[in-house]
């Protein structure tokens, strides 16, 4: 039977006969191959994201080492670090490119600054690295047993948290660059009952940071669960690269601030 619409009739792919029911054979075949792997589909894989976020953990490492020979590249590493964050965040589509030049300068300023401390207080930097591999070790311990979970609520306090925390880092950093404290940590060190107030923030950061590892965690889960797509992989390296990092540096001052007690 002949098809009226000129928009079939003229491809052969809608009139050849190429549609017919298979035979058992045929149908044997099919069933006996292997299944696609979420790669060949496109879709996001456990394996797949974990070797995109090492690939970016190893280019933030190249950067760290030549943010530790060179130092003084730590500050221009950290403004365009930022950027590249901001631009990150709030693009619809990931891009290796930006994120794996993210890694690169945030290397640089990890680097620039781990000498610094180094320098002021001898091997700090080797008890900051086991530090932060213990808390992330710890965390994805906890959340591939199950013990812990986000919450709607506990999700809400800790974004207010994290909101509070930026203001405060702000509000710190411009009074020590405008010289209204000379303190080294600026309000981080004023006492309240005797324990610098570093310390206290500090403990409350790490937590704020092994919390968002565990959102970090659930949202490669449900990447991966709901077959989002593959690119999205470089989207999850970078959420864990900024996590732990911003971890690293805060375990690095709470060090810092116990050296100088």
Do not use: C, H
């Not at 190893?58 to 930022?82: K, Q």
């Not at 992330?136 to 994290?162: D, E, H, Q």
């Not at 992989?233 to 810092?256: D, K, N, S």
């Amino acid at each position: 039977m002949s098809n009226s619409n000129p928009a079939f009739s003229r491809s052969a792919v809608f009139t050849e006969d190429r549609y017919a029911a298979p035979s058992a054979r045929e149908l044997d075949e099919i069933y006996g191959r292997p299944a696609a792997t979420a790669v060949e589909t496109g879709r996001m894989s456990y394996e797949d994201t974990i070797m995109k976020t090492l690939i970016t953990f190893g280019v933030l490492l190249a950067g760290a080492l030549a943010g530790w020979v060179v130092p003084v590249l730590a500050i221009p590493g950290f403004i365009v670090g930022l950027v590249l964050a901001i631009v990150t965040i709030f693009k619809k589509e990931p891009s290796r490119g930006l994120i794996l030049a993210y890694a690169g300068f945030q290397g640089l300023f990890v680097g620039g600054l781990s000498f610094y401390f180094n320098t002021m207080w001898d091997g700090i930097v080797t008890q900051a690295v086991f530090g932060t591999l213990g808390v992330v070790g710890v965390t994805l311990f906890l959340f591939l047993n199950g013990k812990v979970r986000t919450s709607p609520r506990m999700t809400r306090i800790v974004m207010v948290a994290m909101v509070g925390y930026l203001v405060f880092s702000l509000v710190n950093f411009g009074l020590q660059m405008f010289g209204v404290t000379e303190s080294q940590f600026g309000l981080r060190d004023y006492e309240i009952f005797g324990i610098p107030l570093g310390l206290i923030i500090g403990v409350l950061v790490v937590f704020l940071a092994a919390y968002s590892l565990v959102m970090d965690f659930e949202s490669i889960k449900a990447g991966v669960e709901n077959g989002a797509p593959r690119n999205f992989a470089w989207q999850a390296a970078f959420g864990i690269v900024v996590t732990v990092v911003w971890l690293y540096v805060e375990i690095l001052r709470i060090l810092a601030i116990l050296r100088g007690e």
